[in-house]
């Protein structure tokens, strides 16, 4: 079985949301399906029906999916005294080409959300990042080319929530 690395605020998001899944999505879904049942004498041939089934498929192959991970999950915790990038930290750069200023949290690749900043720590930015000092220039290949971010700070993600 594959390790899931993750953090304990990720360990703790996964475990909230497959509480969340197996209680009221589950409800939702089956309230759902009994609504379209009831609406039609032949529930096959009822798009609501057929709708709320694949919700339902969806729902419980995300619940499976979660109970796999987090069966094989192992937390990591960052050393914050040893002044390297790892996963858990909390990192600021900037682009040297561009001047912009980013901010991103080093995560395990199965709680990652770019929109809310954590990126996964096997992503080309958090590999390029992972092991490096303040100061430090990571060479990032992206799609658009090379991209240089100096590490203008590394703090534990912990610290700041």
């Keep these: ?8 605020a990720g360990l703790s998001r996964l475990c909230h949301e497959l509480d969340r899944l197996k209680t009221t999505g589950r409800q939702g879904v089956v309230e759902r399906i009994s609504h379209a049942r009831s609406t039609d004498a032949d529930p ?3 798009a609501d029906y057929l709708a709320a089934c694949d919700e339902q ?6 619940i499976a999916r979660l109970e796999r991970r987090l069966a094989s999950a192992r937390i990591v ?6 002044d390297t990038v790892e996963l858990g930290e909390r990192v600021r750069v ?64 912990a610290s700041t929530a």
């Design 77 to 82: 915790t960052p050393d914050a005294a040893n």
């Design 1 to 8: 079985m594959n390790e899931t690395l993750i953090t304990e």
């Design 44 to 46: 096959t041939a009822n």
């Design 94 to 157: 900037r682009d040297l080409d561009s001047g912009s200023n980013s901010e991103y949290e080093l995560v395990g690749s199965f709680e990652a959300d770019p929109a809310a900043g954590r990126i996964s720590a096997e992503s080309p930015v958090g590999s390029a990042l992972i092991g490096r000092r303040q100061g430090d220039v990571a060479l990032v290949q992206a799609p658009k080319g090379p991209v240089r971010l100096r590490i203008d700070a590394i703090e534990t993600a």
């Design 57 to 62: 498929a969806r729902l419980e192959a995300r």
